[in-house]
Every structure is written in structure tokens, then in C-alpha cells.
């Protein structure tokens, strides 16, 4: 994967930027709160079609830009993928709504022509690592699902189509629940939304299962060598449905007890999640909410058996999303075939200088890099003589070789 041409228009404070990219490893050198950040925030955004910085995609418009009744941001790239030239462009509008409101409106063509989202991901991937993402391993549930569903909807086709109607028949779901909670009715009004919403569901946690599977395969062993062999790293699936049979009398099994479900069939994990709904069906109704599903999936990580976000120390925080993002960028070529584009903000300053070593090796062998950095020094000199610099200052940036 190739991104030849940059282009943006309105995001954050970059109001323009114009830009041919070197199939190389480029870095972006300046100050805090110049930009650098965002050239890498709007390339992922190009990937995953949403930010890795907010939840909100109206504050990627530019804050001057969105003061105007009517308001642009484009995102516009040229990228080479499996031998072909692909063009892609993404267009945010603000637009009047009501008295003196805006609503956003997205817009995505492909080479031309109007698309979903969920037809487009895929065609161009990427990985980023920001020292936001901690959140992965410390934060809340919700953040580990959606670390899986950015890097499921970006390799596995159909991810994110079948993700959008899960959560369209899980929205209307939960409004008959609440209905029937409150005024009664007939339950059997449920059984059409319990058919689609496990046929759906178990899809998903089909794909869950073999993915951080996959992942962990990678990770662990780049962990084991960040770590030079001191430590090993497992990631724990946790679905809220879980499909394996356990056996009776047996209560649960520990987190550090590693559980193989990748035998499962689909139609088996069908079975027993509609089986599963149906008998905890006046439970959900008395609470107005669906209580299991992909909605409420965990992810945990494992270093010697003790779960890295109760028990682990800084380091060993950012260990581990070091070699999770690593694992990413080897599973998505594994899985497609091409070399994601890397995305790494400010890594160098959060590594020791064994582990700048370490990441620099995995990252020689994609096609293209882009580094952001306040110190160019972090690099070595032999990596900073081959790679392309580009400064970065007051929303500007500019090629150092440029004339």
C-alpha cells in the first residue's frame, strides 16, 4: 500500500495541504500543537473513516471554518494498491439545519463514484499508534471493541456492513424491550429480532474468535522479543455470549487460563445465542436492554498470567500496545497481502533506546512510514539520512528538501 498524493482541505488547522509522498519513511518535525499530529489523524481517517481522536467527527472541521453557515472539509488521495491506482476522496459538510443549527453530512466517493463506508473499507488500510491509545489496555470496554472493529472493518470483508445492521436490529430490539417493559404486549414480537440479531451476532463473534487469535500469534512473539524473553503476552477474548460450552458445575475459568474456541462453527454459535436470548427473555424485558451480545465483548491482555491493565506498570503498558500495533500492521499483510501505511505519533519519546532500535527494525520492512516527532535527535543518524523530513509549523508543512 502506497499513498502517492495528500491532499486536505479545513481539517483542524491544516486550512491547506498539498503534498506527493515518497514511498519511504517520511518524518514530520516541529512543536506541540503545530499539525503533526493531524497529517497522520486525516490519512487514518482515510482508512477507517473516522478519527482516532474524538468520537465526534464535526471537530475535525476546521474551528474558522466551521463558524460559516455552510462548511467543508476535504480529504483527497491518490494510493496504489495491488498494482492499481486508486482514487479517494471524503467530503465533511456542514450544513444549516433548523434555526441556527448544523447537522454534518459525509461523503465518500471511490474512484469517482458515491459509496457506503462499509463498501469502501478495506480498499485503502493503515495503522496508527498515538499515546492516546493506552486507553486500549486502561480504559473501558468499549474501547477494546472498537480497537477490534477498526482493525476487522479495514481486513475482513463484510465486517463492517454486517457491524452496522447488528447495531441497527440490536437499536430496534432494545425499543421493544422497553416497550414491553413498560406498557406489556406480546413477546412472541421478539422472535424475528432474536433470529437476525444472532445470525448477525454470530458472525461477528465467528470473526472476533479467528482475529485476536491471528493477532495474538504476532503479538506475542514481538512481545517476547521487546521484552528479551522476559515476559509473554496472550490476549483474552471475552464475548458476553459466550458459545463455548462449559462444563457442569464448573463456575467459569480463570482469566489466565487460555480457551481455544477457534473449532466453533458458525451455525453452532447461532444456535446458542438464539437458544441463550430465549431463556433470559423476561430478564431483558425487565431490564429494557439486550444483555448479551458483540455490543458487550471484552478484549483483555495477559503478561504471565496477570491482566496488564490491573497489574502491569507503565512500561509494560506501552510494551504491549507497542507489539498490539506491531501484531496489527503483520496481520493486515498476512490477511490482504499488502503492507498497511504506519502511522506512529511521537512514538520514539514514550521507548527506551533498545526499544527505538527494535521498532525501527519492524517498521524497515513496509512501504511506507510516517513518523511525527518535537526531536529529531531520537532517530538515528543513519535513519534520518534516509528518510524524507518535513517540517511541520502553524498548520504549515513543507518538505526540508523542497526549494
Same mark, same amino acid.
Not at 7 to 15: A, C, G, V
Not at 296 to 312: C, H, P, Q, T
Not at 379 to 402: H, Y
Given at each position: 500500500?502506497?499513498?502517492?498524493?495528500?491532499? =486536505?482541505?479545513?481539517?483542524?488547522? $491544516?486550512?491547506?495541504?498539498?503534498?506527493?509522498? !515518497? /514511498?519511504?519513511?517520511?518524518?514530520?518535525?516541529?512543536? +506541540?500543537?503545530?499539525?503533526?499530529?493531524?497529517?497522520?489523524?486525516?490519512?487514518?481517517?482515510?482508512?477507517?473513516?473516522?478519527?482516532?481522536?474524538?468520537?465526534?467527527?464535526?471537530?475535525?472541521?476546521?474551528?474558522?471554518?466551521?463558524?460559516? &453557515?455552510?462548511?467543508?472539509?476535504?480529504?483527497? #488521495?491518490d494510493y496504489q494498491s495491488n498494482r492499481a491506482k486508486q482514487h479517494l476522496e471524503v /467530503? =465533511?459538510?456542514?450544513? !444549516?439545519?433548523?434555526?441556527?443549527?448544523?447537522?454534518?453530512?459525509?461523503?465518500?466517493?471511490? +474512484?469517482?463514484?458515491?459509496?457506503?463506508?462499509?463498501?469502501?473499507?478495506?480498499?485503502?488500510?493503515?495503522?496508527?499508534?498515538?499515546?492516546?491509545?493506552?486507553?486500549?489496555?486502561?480504559?473501558?470496554?468499549?474501547?477494546?471493541?472498537?480497537?477490534?472493529?477498526?482493525? =476487522? #472493518?479495514?481486513?475482513?470483508?463484510?465486517?463492517?456492513?454486517?457491524?452496522?445492521? @447488528?447495531?441497527?436490529?440490536?437499536?430496534?430490539?432494545?425499543?421493544?424491550?422497553?416497550?414491553?417493559?413498560?406498557?406489556?404486549?406480546?413477546?412472541?414480537?421478539?422472535?424475528?429480532? %432474536?433470529?437476525?440479531? #444472532?445470525?448477525?451476532? #454470530?458472525?461477528?463473534?465467528?470473526?472476533?474468535?479467528?482475529?485476536?487469535?491471528?493477532?495474538?500469534?504476532?503479538?506475542?512473539?514481538?512481545?517476547?522479543?521487546?521484552?528479551?524473553?522476559?515476559?509473554?503476552?496472550?490476549?483474552?477474548?471475552?464475548?458476553?455470549?459466550? !458459545?463455548? !460450552?462449559?462444563?457442569?458445575?464448573?463456575?467459569?475459568?480463570?482469566?489466565?487460563? &487460555?480457551?481455544?474456541?477457534?473449532?466453533?462453527? $458458525?451455525?453452532?454459535?447461532?444456535?446458542?445465542?438464539?437458544?441463550?436470548?430465549?431463556?433470559i427473555r423476561y430478564e431483558e424485558i425487565s431490564r429494557g436492554v439486550t444483555t448479551i *451480545?458483540?455490543?458487550?465483548?471484552?478484549?483483555?491482555?495477559?503478561?504471565?498470567?496477570?491482566?496488564?491493565? %490491573?497489574?502491569?506498570?507503565?512500561?509494560?503498558?506501552?510494551t504491549t500496545l507497542l507489539a498490539l500495533k506491531l501484531a496489527e500492521v503483520e496481520w493486515?499483510?498476512?490477511?490482504?497481502?499488502?503492507?498497511?501505511?504506519? $502511522?506512529?505519533?511521537?512514538?520514539?519519546?514514550?521507548?527506551?533506546?533498545?526499544?527505538?532500535?527494535?521498532? =525501527?527494525? @519492524?517498521?524497515?520492512?513496509?512501504?511506507?512510514?510516517?513518523?511525527?516527532?518535537?526531536?529529531?535527535?531520537?532517530?538515528?543518524?543513519?535513519?534520518?539520512?534516509?528518510?524524507?523530513?518535513?517540517?511541520?509549523?502553524? *498548520?504549515?508543512?513543507?518538505?526540508?528538501?523542497?526549494?
Open positions: 500500500m502506497h499513498l502517492k498524493h495528500l491532499s =486536505l482541505t479545513n481539517f483542524r488547522r $491544516l486550512t491547506r495541504l498539498d503534498v506527493e509522498l !515518497p /514511498r519511504k519513511t517520511i518524518v514530520l518535525v516541529g512543536g +506541540n500543537a503545530q499539525g503533526k499530529t493531524s497529517v497522520l489523524e486525516a490519512v487514518y481517517f482515510l482508512a477507517a473513516f473516522t478519527s482516532v481522536q474524538t468520537h465526534v467527527d464535526r471537530q475535525i472541521v476546521n474551528f474558522d471554518e466551521a463558524q460559516n &453557515p455552510l462548511a467543508v472539509t476535504r480529504l483527497v #488521495a /467530503r =465533511l459538510i456542514l450544513e !444549516p439545519t433548523g434555526v441556527n443549527g448544523q447537522r454534518l453530512r459525509k461523503e465518500i466517493l471511490q +474512484n469517482g463514484v458515491k459509496k457506503q463506508a462499509s463498501e469502501v473499507m478495506g480498499n485503502f488500510n493503515a495503522v496508527i499508534f498515538v499515546p492516546q491509545m493506552s486507553q486500549i489496555i486502561e480504559g473501558a470496554p468499549d474501547e477494546r471493541r472498537r480497537y477490534l472493529n477498526l482493525a =476487522l #472493518a479495514q481486513t475482513v470483508p463484510s465486517y463492517a456492513r454486517t457491524l452496522s445492521e @447488528y447495531h441497527h436490529v440490536l437499536t430496534q430490539r432494545n425499543a421493544l424491550l422497553k416497550a414491553l417493559n413498560e406498557r406489556g404486549g406480546d413477546t412472541k414480537q421478539l422472535k424475528v429480532w %432474536d433470529e437476525t440479531l #444472532a445470525q448477525l451476532g #454470530a458472525q461477528i463473534i465467528l470473526w472476533r474468535i479467528h482475529a485476536v487469535q491471528e493477532i495474538e500469534r504476532f503479538a506475542s512473539n514481538i512481545h517476547h522479543e521487546l521484552t528479551r524473553g522476559t515476559e509473554w503476552l496472550r490476549l483474552a477474548y471475552e464475548p458476553a455470549y459466550d !458459545p463455548l !460450552p462449559k462444563p457442569e458445575m464448573q463456575l467459569g475459568l480463570k482469566l489466565d487460563t &487460555p480457551i481455544d474456541r477457534s473449532a466453533l462453527k $458458525l451455525d453452532e454459535i447461532q444456535k446458542g445465542f438464539l437458544e441463550r436470548l430465549n431463556s *451480545g458483540p455490543h458487550r465483548d471484552d478484549l483483555r491482555f495477559i503478561i504471565n498470567k496477570a491482566d496488564v491493565s %490491573d497489574y502491569g506498570s507503565r512500561g509494560q503498558m506501552r493486515m499483510h498476512e490477511r490482504t497481502g499488502e503492507w498497511p501505511v504506519i $502511522l506512529l505519533d511521537e512514538v520514539m519519546a514514550e521507548l527506551d533506546t533498545n526499544r527505538r532500535a527494535d521498532l =525501527l527494525k @519492524y517498521v524497515s520492512k513496509s512501504e511506507q512510514v510516517l513518523f511525527t516527532t518535537t526531536d529529531l535527535s531520537l532517530f538515528t543518524p543513519e535513519f534520518v539520512e534516509q528518510a524524507e523530513i518535513w517540517d511541520v509549523s502553524g *498548520g504549515f508543512v513543507r518538505p526540508r528538501n523542497s526549494p
